[in-house]
């Protein structure tokens, strides 16, 4: 959902979508509650969903062991430890998928800890059919989970000392976001919360995915900025095809190309929840 001062930018985007068949509708603010009852449309111009159940979550562990399980399966070997320089790994060929942590290991990469909270929250009224929804006028997002929902705060931090979760965002940002837009959230009770570290690209909130132009043999897979869930099946693909065709060959992300971040050419992400 989006208000007026972000309509024109998801109007654009919308041609992105389109041009992707990505079967997303798009509704004026005044017709939301056709479409979501529950709703209260206030300050929404305009706003994208999709009705063909082509979205929707997953457990990102469960994904995470899908994918590892089947790698080893393949013959893939995982050795845990601790790299502390890119320079001590003998291979042909390295990629460098460190998360947050990235920086630590290549210094001209600005993927960085950015600390987001989550809440558990559970509310009398249970609506299963609500989507995953954002909430651009006040950055909030939410979506159910089990009898609960889950709703992310819309505040972060850099240099973080801990991971306790920011309780306070939740009677002073959250709520309030969720019960001015849900009238029904207005009874939520907070159940839970956490927090986790986004891999955040400080220089323009996207991935950097490619070859590493200073390394004869460094690849890059970092910096998603809290879509890495959403983004790894398409990373992962294209970046195989780099690696041993030498370019892209069904999934052209170059724009993401390293090159962009040592050369400070901003591509920013303007949504990021
Ligand atoms: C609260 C929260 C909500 C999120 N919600 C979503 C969502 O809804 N959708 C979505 O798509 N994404 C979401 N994300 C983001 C998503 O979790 C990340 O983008 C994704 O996990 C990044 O995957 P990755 O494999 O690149 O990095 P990671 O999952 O961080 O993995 C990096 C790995 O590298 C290891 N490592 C780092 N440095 C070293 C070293 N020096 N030596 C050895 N190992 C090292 C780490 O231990 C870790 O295992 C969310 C994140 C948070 C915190």
């Keep these: 959902m989006f208000g007026p001062e972000h309509a024109e930018e998801q109007y654009r985007a919308l041609e992105n979508h389109k041009a992707c068949e990505a079967g997303t509708k798009n509704i004026k603010g005044s017709e939301l509650t056709k479409v979501f009852p529950y709703i209260n449309n206030e300050g929404i111009e305009t706003a994208t969903f999709t ?8 457990d990102p562990f469960m994904f995470h062991s899908a994918l590892k399980s089947k790698a080893i399966e393949l013959g893939a070997e995982f050795i845990k430890g601790e790299v502390k320089s890119i ?4 291979a042909k060929t ?8 990235t920086k630590e290991l290549l210094d001209d990469i600005p993927v960085v800890p950015q600390k987001h909270t989550v809440f558990r929250v559970k509310c009398p009224k249970h609506i ?16 159910p989970e089990g009898k609960e929902y889950l709703a992310g705060s819309p505040h972060s931090v850099f240099d973080a000392t801990d991971l306790e979760p920011a309780w306070n965002d939740f009677e002073e940002l959250v709520w309030p976001a969720l019960a ?12 839970g919360g956490w927090a986790g570290y986004y891999d955040c690209n400080k220089l323009d909130n996207n991935a950097v995915v490619g070859k590493h132009p200073k390394y004869e043999n460094v690849y890059l897979a970092s910096g998603f900025t809290g879509r890495g869930l959403m983004q790894a099946p398409g990373i992962g693909r294209a970046l195989t095809e780099l690696i ?10 170059s724009d993401f190309a390293v090159e962009r971040v040592l050369d400070n050419k901003v591509r920013p992400e303007p949504y990021v929840l």
Aim: charged share 25%.
């Design 51 to 58: 009705d063909n159940k082509s979205e929707g979550w997953i």
């Design 180 to 191: 001015k837009r849900i009238p029904v959230f207005e009874e939520l009770k907070l159940t």
């Design 244 to 253: 041993t065709t030498g370019s892209y060959q069904t999934i052209d992300i």
């Design 128 to 143: 299963p059919e609500m989507p995953l929804t954002g909430d651009l006028t006040t950055g909030v997002y939410w979506r």
């Design 87 to 90: 320079s001590e790994i003998k």
């Design 94 to 101: 390295i990629i460098s998928a460190a998360g947050c942590w």
